[in-house]
């Protein structure tokens, strides 16, 4: 079993910028593969990005890889989301999820609880 926690969820301005940290725990990090998801009220949660488990390698969604980027520091046991450029239709719930496998499209198995991000215009 993994546990996966979020933060850095806030009320920001639109055009700012946002890390999200993610700390997993419950087996070695390096055995685990990180995403980011987000949902918006009414919708389904919708894939932001990936990284495998030594963080060489990532995937995104095609219209958010200019302005998102993921990152692991498997010293922290911390996967980040830095998110630049905010705009009011980057408000949503924003969930980190892990897998012990490395699929594209990326299937998690753990989901936090979700860390909320309101853009203001």
């Known amino acids: 079993q993994v546990q996966v926690e979020e933060s850095g969820g806030r009320s920001v301005q639109a055009g700012d910028s946002l890390t999200l940290s993610c700390v997993a725990s419950?087996?070695?990090?390096?055995?685990?593969?990180m995403g980011w998801f987000r949902q918006f009220p009414g919708k389904n949660r919708e894939f932001v990005a990936s990284?495998?488990?030594?963080?060489?390698?990532?995937n995104y969604e095609d219209s958010l890889k200019d302005r998102f980027t993921i990152a692991r520091d498997n010293a922290k046991n911390t996967v980040y989301l830095w998110i630049t450029s905010l705009k009011p239709e980057d408000t949503a719930i924003y969930y980190c999820?892990?897998?012990?496998?490395?699929?594209?499209?990326?299937?998690?198995?753990?989901w936090g609880q979700g860390t909320q991000v309101t853009v203001s215009s």
């Open positions: 999820a892990a897998n012990t496998r490395w699929d594209y499209p990326y299937q998690p198995r753990f």
């Open positions: 419950g087996r070695p990090f390096s055995d685990i593969t």
């Open positions: 990284v495998n488990w030594y963080g060489d390698k990532t």
